[in-house]
């Protein structure tokens, strides 16, 4: 059993920067593949970022490339998204998730959740 706690949401302009956070409580997290989600209202839950268990490998949507980063730190259990360069299309509720199944892009491929932190980005 894996629990996630998100944290660092809130209020930015767009081009601006926030850093989110996903703590895991368990003894089994550097066993998963972590990944960031994100659902704005109306819309489907989407993929954004993904990381292997090792931190090896990532995965990103395209429209969020080159703006942001998932990183992991395994000693603290907890996985990172650092996003810049926010665009309003950015808003939406950010969840992480943690999953065993390889290079998983979609909700499915994700075993635990957490409960969401709201991202906002006025334009």
């Known amino acids: 059993q894996v629990q996630l706690v998100e944290s660092g949401g809130g209020l930015v302009q767009a081009g601006g920067s926030l850093r989110l956070s996903c703590a895991a409580s368990g003894r089994t997290f550097n066993n998963y593949g972590m990944g960031w989600f994100r659902q704005a209202p109306g819309k489907e839950r989407e993929f954004v970022a993904r990381i292997s268990s090792s931190g090896a490998n990532t995965i990103y949507r395209d429209s969020v490339k080159g703006r942001f980063t998932i990183s992991r730190d395994n000693a603290k259990n907890t996985v990172y998204l650092q996003m810049n360069s926010l665009e309003p299309e950015d808003t939406a509720i950010y969840y992480c998730?943690?999953?065993?199944?390889?290079?998983?892009?979609?909700?499915?491929?994700?075993?635990?959740w957490g409960q969401g932190t709201q991202v906002t980005v006025s334009s």
């Open positions: 998730a943690a999953g065993s199944t390889p290079r998983s892009v979609a909700p499915t491929g994700y075993d635990y």
